[in-house]
T-cell receptor, first 111, second 114 residues
Framework: GENVEQHPSTLSVQEGDSAVIKCTYS??????FPWYKQELGKRPQLIID???NVGEKKDQRIAVTLNKTAKHFSLHITETQPEDSAVYFC??????????WGAGTKLIIKP | NAGVTQTPKFRVLKTGQSMTLLCAQD?????MYWYRQDPGMGLRLIHY???????AKGEVPDGYNVSRLKKQNFLLGLESAAPSQTSVYFC?????????????FGPGTRLTVL
């Protein structure tokens, strides 16, 4: 069946440095790839998404890139800050418009 | 505007007991979802609903039942709880099943089955 692999499972970066999280997917027909952020003890919330007709999307310090040929997409966070510490989930939308989720990446920002 | 709410926030059950989790949304969303979240496994879809009176199975439906009698409410039932159902349960809603729709999550219910 369809699945999404997310790497790394844990990422520790120095405050101010950049962080990159990568996901690969199996369904070549997928057209929508959102990223959700879940702070400790809180609910997941959408932070950015990308559709298959574009290769990159930016929103301030956050960007997402998509390579449909290789079937992978990545989340880039620049100038990391303490409030970026959280678990990040990628997902792909299947043919029934349901989301298939990655296992999550715990991002730790070191002061 | 409360968004998506869940009741209860915490619950401890003994093996074999039953319970119902309630999800409510005030955004007039058509689609509603129940997920479970376990460490290292991300979010797994249990059941979902595409509108009032409809339900459908997700990735891990065994041991759970759902009902959507009113558009704003989505109930998740455990008829005979098992320790393997210890998890955090999240409800979510979205405007419709049409592509590119954001899912809005509730605060979660932490369930422990002893």
């Amino acid at each position: 069946g369809e699945n999404v692999e997310q790497h790394p499972s844990t990422l520790s970066v120095q405050e101010g440095d950049s962080a990159v999280i990568k996901c690969t997917y199996s369904d070549s027909a997928s057209n929508y790839f959102p990223w959700y952020k879940q702070e400790l003890g809180k609910r997941p919330q959408l932070i950015i998404d990308i559709r298959s007709n574009v290769g990159e999307k930016k929103d301030q310090r956050i960007a997402v890139t998509l390579n449909k040929t290789a079937k992978h997409f990545s989340l880039h966070i620049t100038e990391t800050q303490p409030e970026d510490s959280a678990v990040y989930f990628c997902a792909e939308e299947d043919s029934n418009y349901q989301l298939i989720w990655g296992a999550g990446t715990k991002l730790i920002i070191k002061p | 505007n409360a968004g998506v709410t869940q009741t209860p926030k915490f619950r401890v059950l003994k093996t074999g007991q039953s319970m119902t989790l309630l999800c409510a949304q005030d955004m007039n969303h058509e689609y509603m979802y129940w997920y479970r979240q376990d460490p290292g496994m991300g979010l797994r879809l249990i059941h979902y609903s595409v509108g009032e009176g409809t339900t459908a199975k997700g990735e891990v439906p065994d041991g759970y039942n759902v009902s959507r009698l009113k558009k704003q409410n989505f109930l998740l039932g455990l008829e005979s709880a098992a320790p393997s159902q210890t998890s955090v349960y999240f409800c979510a809603s979205s405007p419709s099943g049409v592509s590119y729709n954001e899912q809005f999550f509730g605060p979660g219910t932490r369930l422990t089955v002893l």
